[in-house]
């Protein structure tokens, strides 16, 4: 997956580079405070909100080598818009008119590629989670194949033959993937 130009705002936030954090500010913050206003929030809400959306991105990025496929501000923008329906939402407040999209690249590549990228996150979670559920041998086999090694530098870390490793992986994603299936998350994934 090749990254977008913009992936120097996830490098910025992960470095704390304060020029490029000032640049977000810059750039983004006056249209996702426009957006929270347009939408029955204050400006404390605005602050607010951009302030989650930088520090989930942030968190995100920590966690997993994340790959920015799309314009920052349409990440940035879907990632505030949501989390405001959310407080919305909790409020109990109905009237949301998100009209306010002006500056962004929001066009249906950008909304798409942002779903991806969601859904890309949820089906690693749900991997890892299930993953967690095996067996440590089979746990390790799988992590130490997916880690790049050659097969044959597996089953020499494992201090087993090839011939055992290679069948031990097949049994070992065969009972992965009946956790995942199994999974009422599964369905909502579009495999």
Known sequence: MTPHPDQRYIKALLANDSLMLNEIYTLFAPRIRRMILQNNGSEADAADIFQEALVAIYQRARREEFVLTCPFDAYLYIVCRNRWINTLNKSGSQQVTFTDTAGYNTGE?????????????????????????????????????WSGLPLEEVANKLKNTYGYIRKKKSECMAKLAALVKKSPQFSNLQW
Do not use: N, P
């Not at 299930?130 to 390790?140: A, H, P, S, Y």
């Open 109 to 145: 590549d950008s909304f798409k590629e942002a779903e991806i990228t969601r859904q890309q996150y949820e089906r690693r979670s749900l991997l890892l989670q299930k993953l967690g559920e095996l067996g440590e041998g089979c746990r390790q086999l799988l992590e130490l194949s």
